[in-house]
């Protein structure tokens, strides 16, 4: 005996209230279809021409999609047989009331006839069985999320890239109109170019076969080359004041060079350690490199300008930066003198108030580091070691009073 007549017939109520769950369920599930048909990456995916990963994925869409409202046509198509079977019975019998039954709860849906492989048939084989409608929703259900997860992968990879490509191609075009301006033979221009066309063609064709981050990169690269390209047209437009800039800085720290050779041999006659740092010698090798790069603007070759003057204004501000430095430290040598000769006075009138004025030892103390800081050049460490017997000297015996 089936299952189906194996199984009591409903009620009119339990058929009437089944028939709204599945009148209910069917609205539902024709919603969600037509939206995903109205759903924009579902569309792009289905008329796009792709390759690859993509072109797997949209086959795979077209075929369980077409199977999706295959058996959604059959299941209304039972459904409706149900709705039109109990319209026709206000008072259904047992056996109407069988036959509702069988539709609404028993395999009644018959399933898409399959073309079988000649190797899989046998000669008894049987057509394969009918489903119910609470089966054939679940089927529908596995097809729509098949269907729903395939496009979401395939937009989700478009969305990530087409900005990328944009941001991209913008900046290709830029570069292209700046590489024209200064001449056209720029070979970074031209393999950045040909790059960004192969990663273009696949982002378009196979999306899921790209890797975001390598177009992310290419993007990077051909907008530092636009920045660089830009800087090799202001680079034209004002050589001339640049490069003239340039020798001015490199006179500024000959200049500096100068001042500070002198303020270190101020120093040397005032101090003998620690020895005031050298003067580094920049300029004269600054110079010649400003000299070396005059003849680029002359061939034309604005971008290598670029690049070589904005490297000599950092390396001419660094010098600078390094000479004064070296200026400041040995002048912080005769400061860190006149600090110490300071503090000396300061402990001297600190004896003298603890009463202490006539002591001989203090007084030793006072008159070597005195004579220490007075001597030309004066021995910085030497002094400092003896200033602080000096001090702790003088802190002893002010403890001393107060016990």
Do not use: N
């Not at 279809?33 to 289905?46: F, K, S, T, V, W």
């Not at 109990?86 to 509702?100: D, F, I, N, T, V």
């Not at 000396?344 to 001989?360: F, P, S």
């Amino acid at each position: 005996m089936s299952e189906a007549a194996a199984r009591p017939p409903m009620d009119r109520d339990a058929v009437d209230a089944a028939l709204r769950v599945q009148r209910d369920e069917r609205d539902r599930v024709s919603a969600a279809l037509l939206d995903l048909e109205a759903q924009p990456g579902y569309r792009l995916l289905a008329g796009a021409s792709v390759t690859g990963a993509t072109a797997r994925a949209r086959d795979e869409v077209r075929a369980h999609a077409a199977e999706l409202w295959d058996w959604f046509d059959r299941y209304t198509r039972t459904l409706s047989a149900a709705e039109d079977l109990r319209a026709r019975h206000g008072r259904p019998g047992r056996a109407e009331l069988a036959e509702l039954t069988r539709l609404l709860t028993g395999p009644a849906v018959a399933p898409p006839e399959r073309e079988v492989p000649l190797a899989d048939r046998t000669l008894l084989a049987a057509p394969p069985p009918p489903l119910t409608l609470a089966a054939v929703v679940a089927r529908m259900t596995a097809l729509y999320e098949d269907v729903v997860r395939r496009v979401a992968a395939v937009d989700g990879a478009w969305s990530a890239l087409l900005p990328a490509l944009e941001h991209a191609e913008a900046a290709r075009r830029e570069v292209g109109a700046l590489d024209c301006e200064l001449g056209g033979d720029d070979p970074e221009a031209v393999r950045l170019t040909d790059a960004l066309d192969r990663v273009a063609a696949t982002v378009r064709a196979d999306p899921l076969a790209t890797e975001p981050p390598a177009l992310v990169r290419l993007g990077a690269d051909l907008a530092a080359l636009r920045d660089r390209l830009r800087a090799a047209v202001r680079m034209r437009d004002e050589a001339a004041a640049r490069l003239a800039a340039l020798d001015e800085a490199v006179a500024l720290v000959r200049t500096e060079e100068d001042a500070a050779r002198r303020t270190r041999a101020d120093v040397l006659a005032k101090v003998s350690a620690p020895p005031p740092p050298d003067v580094p010698a920049l300029a004269v090798a600054l110079a010649d490199r400003c000299a070396a790069v005059r003849g680029l603007g002359t061939a034309g070759r604005w971008r290598e300008l670029a690049d070589r003057v904005a490297g000599l204004e950092d390396a001419a501000a660094d010098a600078l930066r390094r000479v004064r430095e070296s200026r400041e430290l040995a002048a912080g040598l005769t400061a860190r003198r006149d600090e110490l000769r300071g503090r000396l006075e300061a402990y001297r009138v600190k004896a003298a108030r603890l009463g202490h004025a006539e002591d001989a030892d203090l007084a030793g103390r006072y008159a070597e580091v005195r004579e220490l800081l007075w001597s030309a050049p004066c021995d910085l460490r030497r002094a400092t070691v003896a200033l602080s017997g000096y001090q702790e000297a003088i802190s002893a015996r002010a403890k001393g009073s107060d016990r």
